[in-house]
Protein backbone atom coordinates (compact mmCIF):
# COMPACT_ATOMS: atom_id res chain seq x y z
CA UNK A 1 0.00 0.00 0.00
CA UNK A 2 2.79 2.66 0.71
CA UNK A 3 4.59 1.42 -2.49
CA UNK A 4 1.06 3.06 -4.36
CA UNK A 5 1.31 6.28 -2.15
CA UNK A 6 4.78 6.52 -3.21
CA UNK A 7 4.22 5.73 -6.58
CA UNK A 8 1.18 8.42 -7.27
CA UNK A 9 3.31 11.15 -5.53
CA UNK A 10 6.45 10.20 -8.03
CA UNK A 11 3.86 10.37 -10.71
CA UNK A 12 2.33 13.36 -9.74
CA UNK A 13 5.62 14.99 -9.37
CA UNK A 14 6.58 13.96 -12.77
CA UNK A 15 3.47 15.39 -13.92
CA UNK A 16 4.13 18.34 -12.82
CA UNK A 17 7.25 19.61 -15.11
CA UNK A 18 6.75 22.81 -16.13
CA UNK A 19 6.21 23.02 -19.76
CA UNK A 20 6.81 26.24 -21.99
CA UNK A 21 4.25 28.27 -23.60
CA UNK A 22 5.17 29.36 -27.42
CA UNK A 23 5.26 33.08 -26.58
CA UNK A 24 4.84 33.45 -30.70
CA UNK A 25 1.74 31.68 -31.16
CA UNK A 26 0.76 33.39 -27.36
CA UNK A 27 1.29 36.70 -28.91
CA UNK A 28 -0.62 36.39 -32.00
CA UNK A 29 -3.91 35.54 -30.04
CA UNK A 30 -6.37 38.15 -29.42
CA UNK A 31 -6.30 39.47 -26.75
CA UNK A 32 -9.06 37.73 -24.27
CA UNK A 33 -7.49 34.01 -25.52
CA UNK A 34 -4.13 34.93 -24.32
CA UNK A 35 -5.44 36.21 -21.18
CA UNK A 36 -7.55 33.26 -20.87
CA UNK A 37 -4.58 31.08 -21.73
CA UNK A 38 -2.36 32.44 -19.30
CA UNK A 39 -4.93 32.14 -16.90
CA UNK A 40 -5.65 28.89 -17.08
CA UNK A 41 -1.76 27.98 -17.26
CA UNK A 42 -1.29 29.76 -13.88
CA UNK A 43 -4.12 27.44 -12.43
CA UNK A 44 -2.51 24.37 -13.93
CA UNK A 45 0.58 25.32 -11.99
CA UNK A 46 -1.13 26.10 -8.45
CA UNK A 47 -3.14 22.82 -9.09
CA UNK A 48 0.01 20.99 -9.35
CA UNK A 49 1.94 22.93 -6.87
CA UNK A 50 -1.06 22.52 -4.05
CA UNK A 51 -2.24 18.62 -5.40
CA UNK A 52 -5.90 20.01 -6.34
CA UNK A 53 -7.31 17.52 -9.04
CA UNK A 54 -7.27 19.98 -11.74
CA UNK A 55 -7.70 23.35 -12.92
CA UNK A 56 -11.38 22.97 -12.33
CA UNK A 57 -10.88 23.31 -8.55
CA UNK A 58 -9.36 26.79 -8.41
CA UNK A 59 -11.53 29.83 -9.78
CA UNK A 60 -10.04 32.08 -12.51
CA UNK A 61 -10.40 34.75 -10.45
CA UNK A 62 -9.28 32.97 -7.09
CA UNK A 63 -6.97 34.66 -4.47
CA UNK A 64 -3.82 32.76 -4.07
CA UNK A 65 -3.99 33.10 -0.21
CA UNK A 66 -7.32 31.51 0.03
CA UNK A 67 -6.26 28.72 -2.14
CA UNK A 68 -3.93 27.52 0.39
CA UNK A 69 -0.54 29.36 -1.08
CA UNK A 70 2.07 30.27 1.41
CA UNK A 71 5.62 32.02 0.51
CA UNK A 72 7.64 28.78 -0.03
CA UNK A 73 4.54 27.81 -2.49
CA UNK A 74 4.67 31.47 -3.61
CA UNK A 75 8.50 30.93 -4.63
CA UNK A 76 7.78 27.34 -6.76
CA UNK A 77 5.13 29.19 -8.65
CA UNK A 78 6.88 32.28 -9.61
CA UNK A 79 9.89 30.32 -10.73
CA UNK A 80 7.69 27.30 -12.77
CA UNK A 81 6.28 30.57 -14.20
CA UNK A 82 9.36 32.27 -15.21
CA UNK A 83 10.54 29.13 -16.93
CA UNK A 84 6.93 28.41 -18.09
CA UNK A 85 6.76 31.91 -19.61
CA UNK A 86 10.46 32.52 -20.38
CA UNK A 87 10.34 35.85 -18.04
CA UNK A 88 11.76 36.94 -14.94
CA UNK A 89 8.89 37.86 -12.26
CA UNK A 90 9.49 39.77 -9.29
CA UNK A 91 10.07 37.60 -5.85
CA UNK A 92 6.53 39.39 -4.68
CA UNK A 93 4.39 38.74 -7.94
CA UNK A 94 2.31 36.10 -5.84
CA UNK A 95 1.48 38.82 -3.26
CA UNK A 96 1.93 42.00 -6.15
CA UNK A 97 -1.03 40.48 -7.69
CA UNK A 98 -2.73 38.32 -5.57
CA UNK A 99 -5.38 36.40 -7.93
CA UNK A 100 -5.10 34.46 -10.79
CA UNK A 101 -6.65 36.96 -13.09
CA UNK A 102 -4.68 39.71 -11.74
CA UNK A 103 -1.02 37.58 -12.09
CA UNK A 104 -2.30 36.70 -15.93
CA UNK A 105 -2.99 40.17 -16.93
CA UNK A 106 0.55 41.35 -15.58
CA UNK A 107 2.56 38.33 -17.56
CA UNK A 108 0.68 38.72 -20.34
CA UNK A 109 1.85 42.72 -20.17
CA UNK A 110 5.26 40.76 -19.65
CA UNK A 111 5.43 38.61 -22.68
CA UNK A 112 3.64 40.26 -25.07
CA UNK A 113 3.96 44.17 -24.83
CA UNK A 114 4.10 44.24 -28.73
CA UNK A 115 0.70 42.55 -28.55
CA UNK A 116 -0.25 44.33 -26.01
CA UNK A 117 1.33 47.81 -28.41
CA UNK A 118 -0.41 46.75 -31.47
CA UNK A 119 -3.93 46.01 -29.11
CA UNK A 120 -3.46 49.73 -28.23
CA UNK A 121 -2.83 50.75 -31.78
CA UNK A 122 -5.52 49.15 -32.87
CA UNK A 123 -7.58 50.44 -30.68
CA UNK A 124 -6.95 53.97 -31.64
CA UNK A 125 -7.45 53.69 -35.22
CA UNK A 126 -10.84 51.80 -34.15
CA UNK A 127 -12.09 55.16 -32.42
CA UNK A 128 -10.45 56.71 -35.40
CA UNK A 129 -12.87 55.23 -37.55
CA UNK A 130 -16.41 56.28 -35.84
CA UNK A 131 -15.27 59.80 -36.98
CA UNK A 132 -17.83 61.51 -38.91
CA UNK A 133 -16.83 63.14 -42.13
CA UNK A 134 -17.27 66.66 -41.00
CA UNK A 135 -14.93 65.67 -37.31
CA UNK A 136 -12.14 64.38 -39.99
CA UNK A 137 -12.82 67.44 -41.97
CA UNK A 138 -12.21 70.00 -39.12
CA UNK A 139 -9.15 67.92 -37.56
CA UNK A 140 -7.23 68.54 -40.80
CA UNK A 141 -8.36 71.84 -40.60
CA UNK A 142 -6.66 72.26 -37.25
CA UNK A 143 -3.59 70.78 -38.78
CA UNK A 144 -3.17 72.79 -41.75
CA UNK A 145 -3.36 75.66 -39.78
CA UNK A 146 -0.51 75.04 -37.47
Keep these: MLGN ?5 VARGAAAEVATVDLDALAALPRLERR ?3 NEAIRARIAALLHFDGIEDISPHGR ?6 DSLTAVEMKNALESMFRT ?4 SAVFDYPTVA ?3 EY ?4 VTPAARAGSAAADE ?6 LADEDIDA ?3 ALRSL
Excluded at 5 to 9: G, I, N, T
Excluded at 64 to 69: A, M, P, T, W
Excluded at 125 to 130: A, D, N, R, T
Design 107 to 110: IDGQ
Design 5 to 9: ALYRQ
Design 64 to 69: FLELGV
Design 88 to 91: QLPT
Design 36 to 38: TAI
Design 125 to 130: IESLKV
Design 139 to 141: ELA
Design 102 to 104: QLA
